[in-house]
């Protein structure tokens, strides 16, 4: 069951930084560190933080990034070292909210903002790079801890120590681990993200065409009548 309350321990931002990755040049902010203060949270962005990607990372469905602590200290478990706050690229470490088993529209009010969940996170290779281990990305996938983006909705400050508040929750069952689980094992169930308003136009697209190459392919498999 799902916690509707909890509270921001880190706010983390970080500026694109360039590095080279199998020889070739590349660039990520991936790198992210926790802020001190209010930290203004307006249009696509935190106040300092940025992206290098706008295709892949940042823009209106994913403006803020939120990763619990208790997912990373599972995950120091697994690996065997300890994490900082944002060492997942994470602008909002929290506890005691589900971020995984939040509800994909739900809304969560934090300081003076309003954030609304959109999506959980796919794993690129800069995970792997900020991790150190090239296979971490399938492993953070295969773990289904994703983590969830948020939208502003209202824009305002927020910081560490604010509490975390679910102030609506729409009427389905559908969580962002259930997006990342549909995607990556269960695409049978693809039909679910196309009757949910809140989701984003790319996992719309994602799943409205699955279903008709799907369909496609269930229709060329069918058995002739006579």
């Not at 208790?70 to 470490?93: A, C, K, M, P, V």
């Not at 953070?140 to 983590?147: N, S």
């Amino acid at each position: 069951m799902a916690t509707h309350r909890g509270r921001v321990l880190s706010v983390n931002i970080g500026q694109v930084r360039a590095f080279e990755y199998n020889g070739r040049f590349a660039k990520s902010a991936i790198w992210k560190a926790p802020v001190a203060g209010r930290i203004a949270a307006r249009g696509v962005n935190l106040e300092g933080d940025d992206q290098a990607d706008r295709k892949a990372h940042g823009g209106p469905d994913k403006p803020v990034y939120a990763y619990a602590v208790e997912d990373i200290r599972w995950w120091e478990q697994e690996i065997g070292r300890s994490l900082e706050y944002g060492g997942f690229g994470e602008n909002l470490t929290t506890q005691g909210i589900e971020v995984n088993d939040a509800l994909v529209g739900e809304r969560w009010e934090i300081g003076t903002t309003v954030l609304e969940v959109s999506e959980p996170r796919v794993p690129c290779w800069r995970l792997g790079v900020r991790m150190n281990d090239p296979m971490f990305p399938r492993r953070f996938t295969e773990a289904l801890r994703p983590g969830t983006y948020l939208r502003i909705i209202v824009e305002g400050d927020l910081g560490a120590g604010d509490e975390i508040r679910v102030i609506d929750r729409p009427d389905h069952d559908l969580t962002v681990r259930d997006v990342l689980r549909i995607y990556t094992r269960d695409r049978d169930e693809a039909e679910r993200l196309v009757a949910i308003p809140q989701i984003s136009e790319s996992w719309r697209g994602w799943a409205e065409n699955w279903l008709q190459k799907s369909k496609g392919r269930r229709d060329s498999a069918a058995p002739g009548c006579c």
